[in-house]
């Protein structure tokens, strides 16, 4: 840090009240949002009042320093980047202040999140309307930044047309109210002395001298959002000072609030989708919809789902015929309105040569939107593994040109030898594509800049807009005088003057742009470490520098509900302890220009320190970033020939402990509840608050080895005698037996020593890892040769034997072979047609495993529950937030708890009496056990009940 920018840090610090950082790790996390552009702030600030707001601003305006409001920093235009000062408002102000049902309106903070004032109003049968598909993240601040719209703005408009009024802030700190302008009122706020006065002086004289330019200056459509929205200055619209900012990219003020309207949100909801032999035919059907009862119009392409079918597989049967597909959303006051509605579409769809279903389930309709909703991030990976990036991310045209500019727009890709998949507003004629532009190659700026110069010129000549929902940010604010006049050009100028007249807010964007192909994050910042990593990394051809250009930015991670990832984030609420900030200090770190320590940073592994290993954003993330597996990678090479933290030794090696344990565990166990016990935890790194499980009198593996076998000539298959299950929690594994043995199978134990490696492989250990899990291949391949199912009762286990095996020892000919033989204990049970089931546990909640969720799928699970209980309820997503050693190592167990009060212990302390609380994850049982009164079971003990055997 220069002495300039200390001062600067310095001089902030000793005014605001709320977070001032320029340390490397916030720096790294904040220097790019979801576009290709990567700039490193001065520093970041969190204001906690609008006062805190002020101050900063009046700091930077006394230093002549730039400054950016940012939200989620979801954009893909590079509009939420830059070198300037951040205000961060995702952490404090981030409140819905009031709502007026009768009025229809809300009043909120920037930094509010769309799912949190949606779930408000619909308290009063309202919602928001303009609905990004980033909208469980996205702030109001940053939708009003960016004129964001979403899926449902063929109903109910861009976000322009659902805002009354704004309180903003100029750069010199000056605050005020802006919204419609009488013309008494204009003529009042022009005679002020002040600089509100000189602000309204200089947009009625903008407006006065451009009126003719205005009126005939932008295109006709319903997606035009590049440029500044300068016709709300016209006086038949008002004087509209609010709807004229919206749009602006933080270029002009910054938001402290906003008064925004709200529309009723339909009762019901029903969901056609028609199905195309490709997307120009989606595309020209459209004009011959419009005139239906539909409240979206949505358009994706067989690439979409099919990207989202190889990790989840099952939606692409889930659509009708074809290679592309349009979602037409229909509402009513009850389900039976919205199904009319609905048929309406499908009714019409013979006439228009398209298949066509009718869905009314919401869970089915959940389903289908969330390949739409994920498609930003499905995009950036094509089918044969090669990365496709933003740039020429939104444009829109007027809905009956759709056909004909997206058939030009594949021609002009085929000519530049780019893929892109396309999927987008299709009612609105808005395409969003991802293309596979050659970052990494040397010609990669020639070949952006000429391909998007083309796209613009082609957009426009179909009377298009650059931007159709993201903003221009710095991708098209270059491009923008090919669509507006140079008189248009001109009077944007001045309206940025008009607020910001020594240009420092969000500078160089949309008026005297930054070039569109200069600081493009993957050119000025190329690895300067090896990037092969140690992991196979299969999804990235091992390498790591492609892994960490895996995250793009658009932060599902940062959702605060459903799924699993990002249960640290949630915790914490700081960008570094999501997916998206690991990711982006990786790549810092592989860059070497903020993060300088290499693979000794401290920045990197504080920041994975607070990472679960959950694997949950290896699933719910769109692009499937792998952090837990990326983690175990740094750890290995930040320890390498380094002492490691206690519970490394302590934890890491957990099975060898418990071998020695087992030997006497009536003593070990007096000595982890003595008063030595605190001395046990500091040595082994053990958090103080937590209890450590006892281990069990008699192991699984002695249990089987002294029992009376019941099937000696039955089908034979091998029961996995993980670690957790054999040492500490026997009764799941000899339940499993009993189960088994009853459906006639001959069950046998590998022999012993046979352990995964997870303990060690989860902290970084590989070497040993990869020891033990060949020890235990020596073992299994007698049984793998001869195609015995080897089952699973501990996910986290299964999962590393399925999944995680290939990346500790990909070229051992026995691992794919092992792949194939692993089941869940569902997995193989529900193999069985039919189930000699005697008697049902009438209600059960159900915590899933996250490592289950990531790696081997629930459903299986689900259909034995629905086999052996009446009623199953499932734990909405979430994490337990003991993860292995994670909630038990020093330092967590805040964290640890404040995970699992997310969703698993509301739910469980919510449960109706006599629920029955099924977790078979170990970690999970404890961290339920610990913290609430519920004794957890396994699903192998739920249907042995059910079965009426038992393991005893």
């Not at 629930?858 to 997503?877: C, K, N």
Request: charged letters at 25%; proline letters at 5%.
């Amino acid at each position: 840090m220069t002495t300039t920018e200390s001062s600067l840090w310095e001089a902030l610090r000793a005014v605001v009240v709320g977070e001032v950082a320029a340390d490397a790790a916030t720096l790294a996390t904040h220097s790019t949002d979801a576009s290709n552009y990567r700039h490193i702030p001065l520093a970041v600030v969190r204001p906690r009042s609008a006062d805190d707001v002020l101050a900063a601003l009046r700091v930077c305006a006394e230093r002549g320093v730039a400054v950016l409001p940012r939200g989620a920093a979801t954009s893909i235009g590079g509009q939420a980047t830059n070198e300037a000062v951040i205000l961060d408002f995702t952490c404090h102000l981030n409140r819905v202040v009031r709502i007026d049902p009768a009025s229809r309106t809300a009043r909120v903070e920037p930094g509010v999140v769309l799912d949190a004032l949606r779930a408000e109003a619909a308290r009063y049968g309202l919602t928001f309307g303009p609905d990004p598909s980033t909208h469980s993240r996205c702030t109001l601040g940053g939708m009003i930044g960016n004129n964001a719209c979403g899926s449902h703005s063929v109903a109910w408009g861009k976000t322009v047309d659902n805002v009354r009024s704004l309180e903003i802030a100029l750069h010199d700190g000056t605050r005020l109210e802006v919204g419609r302008t009488s013309p008494a009122e204009l003529e009042r706020l022009c005679a002020r002395t002040d600089a509100v006065g000189e602000l309204y002086r200089a947009l009625r004289s903008l407006r006065d001298r451009y009126l003719a330019d205005i009126r005939t200056g932008f295109p006709v459509l319903p997606r035009r959002v590049s440029g500044y929205n300068l016709e709300f200055l016209l006086p038949e619209n008002g004087f509209d000072v609010a709807k004229a900012l919206v749009g602006s990219e933080g270029t002009c003020a910054v938001v402290l609030s906003a008064t925004v309207d709200l529309v009723a949100a339909p009762a019901a909801r029903a969901l056609a989708v028609l199905g195309f032999p490709d997307c120009v035919a989606a595309a020209e059907a459209v004009p011959a919809l419009l005139d239906l009862p539909a409240i979206t119009v949505e358009g994706i392409d067989v690439r979409l789902v099919d990207a989202l079918d190889a990790r989840r597989p099952g939606r692409r049967a889930e659509l009708p015929g074809g290679t592309a597909w349009l979602y037409l959303e229909t509402g009513g006051g009850t389900p039976a309105e919205a199904e009319n509605a609905a048929r309406q579409v499908v009714d019409r769809a013979p006439e228009l040569g398209a298949s066509a279903r009718l869905v009314v389930e919401p869970a089915d309709q959940r389903a289908l939107w969330r390949i739409r909703e994920e498609g930003a991030g499905l995009a950036t990976r094509l089918a044969d593994g090669s990365e496709a990036w933003s740039g020429w991310e939104d444009a829109a045209v007027p809905p009956e040109q759709l056909g004909s500019y997206l058939r030009e727009f594949e021609t002009l890709l085929d000519e530049h030898g780019r893929t892109g998949v396309v999927y987008g507003h299709f009612g609105d004629g808005c395409l969003h594509v991802r293309i596979d532009f050659p970052f990494t190659a040397s010609e990669a700026r020639e070949q952006y800049r000429v391909f998007l110069t083309e796209a613009a010129e082609l957009v426009v000549a179909h009377g298009g807009s650059l931007s159709g929902e993201h903003g221009d940010g710095q991708a098209r604010g270059e491009l923008l005088p090919l669509m507006f006049s140079t008189r248009m050009m001109e009077a944007f100028r001045d309206f940025k003057a008009a607020f910001d007249p020594e240009g420092r807010m969000n500078p160089s964007r949309l008026v005297d742009p930054a070039p569109l192909d200069a600081d493009l994050r993957v050119v000025v910042a190329p690895p300067t470490l090896p990037t092969r990593a140690e992991l196979a990394l299969h999804a990235d051809s091992g390498d790591l520098a492609a892994a960490s250009r895996r995250c793009v930015g658009v932060g599902e991670c940062l959702s605060s509900s459903g799924g699993v990832m990002c249960p640290s984030y949630r915790a914490t609420r700081q960008e570094q302890h999501s997916t998206r900030g690991r990711a982006r200090l990786l790549f810092e770190m592989l860059a070497g220009q903020v993060v300088t320590r290499g693979w000794r940073s401290p920045e990197v592994r504080e920041a994975l320190d607070l990472c679960l290993g959950c694997k949950g954003c290896k699933t719910d993330c769109p692009v499937g970033v792998d952090m837990a597996t990326y983690k175990a990678e740094f750890l290995s090479r930040f320890y390498r020939r380094r002492l490691r933290p206690a519970a490394h030794y302590a934890m890491g090696a957990l099975p060898r402990w418990l071998s020695i344990g087992s030997a006497a565990p009536r003593l070990a166990n007096a000595l982890t509840r003595s008063r030595l016990s605190g001395a046990l935890k500091r040595v082994g790194g053990i958090a103080r608050e937590r209890e450590i499980p006892e281990l069990a009198d008699t192991t699984f593996r002695q249990w089987f080895a002294t029992r009376q076998r019941q099937v000696a000539d039955g089908t034979p298959v091998v029961l996995w005698p993980d670690t957790f299950t054999n040492h500490f929690d026997p009764k799941p594994g000899r339940d499993a037996v009993a189960v088994l043995e009853s459906l006639g199978y001959s069950v046998h134990l590998p022999e012993t020593g046979a352990c995964c490696g997870l303990t060690w492989y989860s902290t970084g250990q590989l070497g040993t890892a990869r020891r033990v899990l060949r020890r235990s291949l020596d073992v299994l391949h007698p049984w793998l040769q001869q195609g015995v199912p080897v089952i699973g009762l501990e996910p986290s286990c299964t999962a590393l034997l399925r999944a995680d095996a290939a990346e500790l020892l990909p070229d051992d000919d026995r691992v794919p072979l092992l792949a194939d033989s692993v089941r869940s204990f569902a997995e193989q049970v529900g193999r069985v047609p039919e189930l000699p089931v005697i008697s049902r546990e009438r209600r059960v909640l159900t915590q899933v495993h996250c490592h289950q969720h990531a790696d081997l799928g629930f459903d299986a699970d689900h259909a034995l529950l629905a086999r052996v209980v009446e009623d199953i309820d499932v734990v909405d997503g979430g994490c337990c937030g003991l993860a292995g050693n994670f909630g038990f190592e020093r330092g967590h167990y805040d964290v640890s708890v404040a995970c699992a009060e997310q969703q698993l212990l509301p739910a469980v302390r919510a449960a109706q009496h006599g629920t029955a609380v099924n977790a078979d994850g170990f970690s999970c049982r404890t961290q339920i056990r610990q913290l609430s009164d519920s004794e957890p079971v396994h699903l192998a003990t739920l249907t042995a009940r059910a079965l009426g055997v038992s393991g005893t």
